[in-house]
């Protein structure tokens, strides 16, 4: 993937299918950058127009840094080049990262941050450390768009994107590609077989027998990176227990990682380990050569992101069919239906108050939430943008078309989780125990419990700021 946390991680957070349905589903990737050397530290503002409503000094370089994940880098490139087309006497530096964090945290102590960030890859900025060096985005969503003046951006945007990107209900980040997640297989080797993707406990547990007898694991997962199974646990509890589950974590509630929804899920994922349905050793092996398992045919099923295929492009089989599925339902009682899935906008963008070049920042920004930059997007990840009407008529593989398909099914069930970008400790207790559980180290008693005295401790810490209670 590229991990949003995966950005691998984050991401996250809610959508309107509605308005999606006719479109493909999505993905995501990332880019860097190199500074301006200029010497000028000033802000890069000249006078402000509707064609350049930020006041951009076209003069002045832009440096991005953009994570170097499964969307490959050319989709970046092409944001540059049409910045540089505009502004022919800039120039736009991308710096590749493979960990954001890791990269960026050296730039914001010394206050030389880029003027654009990617916040996104296995580890990525904690908003709640760095907010005060951050641009409120308020002015960007305000902006005219590139293709129409008349129209603010924050009216192009698909249902949900500026809400994706809140931290204390202000935007400070800009989730570029609208990802849907699930469990991914190979439709070729089911067609092969005669075998149907579950959508029952039960279905899975017939599928994952008839697997195991041909030396097939049913199930695997990208163990170095327990953000993919955070999803695949968070989802189901939201299943399971309906949307008020998760709202009782995320709230910090007393006892709500000890809920029954919870422990249903915990045991399940205990069953399916001890069966022996999970890939051997998966828990100690990194995302692409899990993936890989599933090209290969060694295992059915994989959480993840629609940016799966750009991310394993280089290493299909000429007759793969990558297609995503919804999480097949745990219980005949569960409050959320079949078809309930994870699907959102994801892939941040950030821009730093204390870049050379801010609004040369926001200005990249809006040329990428342009109709020529988000179907550029479109065309090279295979993944839908959040520009509304960007990515109409066309077309893409397998793996585009059931994501649609899952998305357009959903009928709106969608699951978002907060929790992840608000409390970093909670995020970070949990990777753990996932790897605890994962690892065959500890059963539901230890993974319940450990969360909840995580959780508890946040809840009474006084300087964890608390956000507002979900309520919807």
Same mark, same amino acid.
């Not at 005060?132 to 305000?142: N, S």
């Not at 990558?322 to 078809?339: C, I, N």
């Not at 990249?364 to 109409?392: N, W, Y």
């Given at each position: 993937?590229?991990?949003?946390?995966?950005? @691998?991680? =984050?991401? #996250?957070?809610?959508?309107?299918?509605? $308005? +999606?349905?006719?479109?493909?589903?999505?993905?995501?990737? !990332? /880019?860097?950058?190199?500074?301006?050397?200029?010497?000028?530290?000033?802000?890069?503002?000249?006078?402000?127009?509707?064609?350049?409503?930020?006041?951009?000094?076209?003069?002045?370089?832009?440096?991005?840094?953009?994570?170097?994940?499964?969307?490959?880098?050319?989709?970046?490139?092409?944001?540059?080049?049409?910045?540089?087309?505009?502004?022919?006497?800039?120039?736009?530096?991308?710096?590749?990262?493979?960990?954001?964090?890791?990269?960026?945290?050296?730039?914001?102590?010394?206050?030389?941050?880029?003027?654009?960030?990617?916040?996104?890859?296995?580890?990525?900025?904690?908003?709640?450390?760095?907010?005060?060096?951050?641009?409120?985005?308020?002015?960007?969503?305000?902006?005219?768009?590139?293709?129409?003046?008349?129209?603010?951006? @924050?009216? =192009?945007? #698909?249902?949900?994107?500026?809400?994706? $990107? +809140?931290?204390?209900?202000?935007?400070?980040?800009?989730? !570029? /590609?609208?990802?849907?997640?699930?469990?991914?297989?190979?439709?070729?080797?089911?067609?092969?077989?005669?075998?149907?993707?579950?959508?029952?406990?039960?279905?899975?547990?017939?599928?994952?027998?008839?697997?195991?007898?041909?030396?097939?694991?049913?199930?695997?997962?990208?163990?170095?990176?327990?953000?993919?199974?955070?999803?695949?646990?968070?989802?189901?509890?939201?299943?399971?227990?309906?949307?008020?589950?998760?709202?009782?974590?995320?709230?910090?509630?007393?006892?709500?990682?000890?809920?029954?929804?919870?422990?249903?899920?915990?045991?399940?994922?205990?069953?399916?380990?001890?069966?022996?349905?999970?890939?051997?050793?998966?828990?100690?092996?990194?995302?692409?050569?899990?993936?890989?398992?599933?090209?290969?045919?060694?295992?059915?099923?994989?959480?993840?992101?629609?940016?799966?295929?750009?991310?394993?492009?280089?290493?299909?089989?000429?007759?793969?069919?990558?297609?995503?599925?919804?999480?097949?339902?745990?219980?005949?009682?569960?409050?959320?239906?079949?078809?309930?899935?994870?699907?959102?906008?994801?892939?941040?963008?950030?821009?730093?108050?204390?870049?050379?070049?801010?609004?040369?920042?926001?200005?990249?920004?809006?040329?990428?939430?342009?109709?020529?930059?988000?179907?550029?997007?479109?065309?090279?990840?295979?993944?839908?943008?959040?520009?509304?009407?960007?990515?109409?008529?066309?077309?893409?593989?397998?793996?585009?078309?059931?994501?649609?398909?899952?998305?357009?099914?959903?009928?709106?069930?969608?699951?978002?989780?907060?929790?992840?970008?608000?409390?970093?400790?909670?995020?970070?207790?949990?990777?753990?125990?996932?790897?605890?559980?994962?690892?065959?180290?500890?059963?539901?008693?230890?993974?319940?419990?450990?969360?909840?005295?995580?959780?508890?401790?946040?809840?009474?810490?006084?300087?964890?700021?608390?956000?507002?209670?979900?309520?919807?």
């Amino acid at each position: 993937m590229s991990h949003t946390s995966l950005s @691998r991680r =984050t991401v #996250l957070r809610r959508a309107a299918a509605a $308005g +999606l349905l006719a479109t493909p589903a999505a993905g995501f990737l !990332a /880019a860097c950058a190199s500074s301006d050397t200029s010497g000028d530290t000033g802000s890069g503002t000249t006078g402000k127009t509707k064609d350049n409503p930020f006041g951009v000094d076209a003069k002045k370089n832009v440096d991005t840094v953009v994570f170097d994940g499964g969307f490959g880098q050319e989709y970046a490139k092409g944001y540059a080049s049409l910045y540089e087309q505009k502004y022919s006497g800039s120039k736009v530096g991308i710096t590749w990262s493979k960990e954001i964090l890791t990269d960026m945290q050296p730039r914001f102590t010394g206050n030389t941050a880029p003027d654009v960030i990617n916040n996104s890859s296995p580890k990525t900025l904690d908003l709640a450390t760095i907010v005060d060096q951050l641009t409120d985005l308020t002015e960007l969503y305000d902006a005219p768009s590139v293709d129409d003046p008349n129209v603010k951006i @924050r009216d =192009t945007l #698909l249902a949900g994107t500026i809400e994706s $990107g +809140l931290f204390n209900d202000k935007p400070y980040t800009l989730n !570029a /590609a609208y990802t849907v997640y699930g469990f991914f297989h190979d439709q070729t080797l089911f067609d092969s077989k005669g075998w149907k993707v579950p959508t029952t406990w039960d279905e899975f547990l017939a599928l994952a027998e008839n697997a195991k007898k041909e030396g097939i694991a049913a199930f695997t997962h990208q163990g170095k990176y327990p953000w993919y199974m955070y999803n695949v646990i968070t989802d189901w509890i939201w299943k399971v227990g309906g949307k008020e589950a998760i709202f009782a974590i995320d709230n910090l509630e007393p006892g709500a990682w000890q809920s029954d929804a919870v422990k249903t899920v915990i045991d399940h994922v205990h069953e399916m380990l001890g069966k022996g349905y999970v890939q051997a050793g998966a828990a100690a092996l990194d995302h692409t050569t899990t993936q890989q398992a599933v090209i290969d045919r060694k295992a059915l099923f994989i959480p993840c992101g629609t940016w799966l295929e750009g991310e394993m492009a280089k290493t299909l089989r000429p007759d793969t069919k990558l297609e995503v599925s919804a999480q097949w339902s745990l219980t005949a009682s569960d409050k959320s239906p079949y078809g309930t899935v994870r699907a959102a906008a994801g892939e941040g963008w950030i821009v730093p108050k204390t870049g050379k070049n801010p609004a040369g920042g926001l200005e990249f920004l809006r040329i990428m939430l342009s109709k020529a930059g988000a179907r550029k997007f479109a065309e090279l990840t295979k993944s839908l943008p959040v520009v509304k009407g960007a990515a109409d008529g066309l077309t893409g593989s397998s793996q585009f078309v059931s994501a649609n398909k899952v998305l357009a099914a959903a009928n709106g069930n969608v699951v978002s989780v907060r929790f992840d970008g608000w409390y970093k400790d909670l995020y970070t207790a949990l990777e753990g125990a996932i790897t605890n559980l994962m690892s065959g180290k500890g059963g539901t008693a230890e993974f319940t419990t450990a969360m909840q005295k995580a959780a508890d401790k946040i809840a009474a810490d006084p300087n964890v700021k608390k956000q507002p209670k979900r309520t919807a």
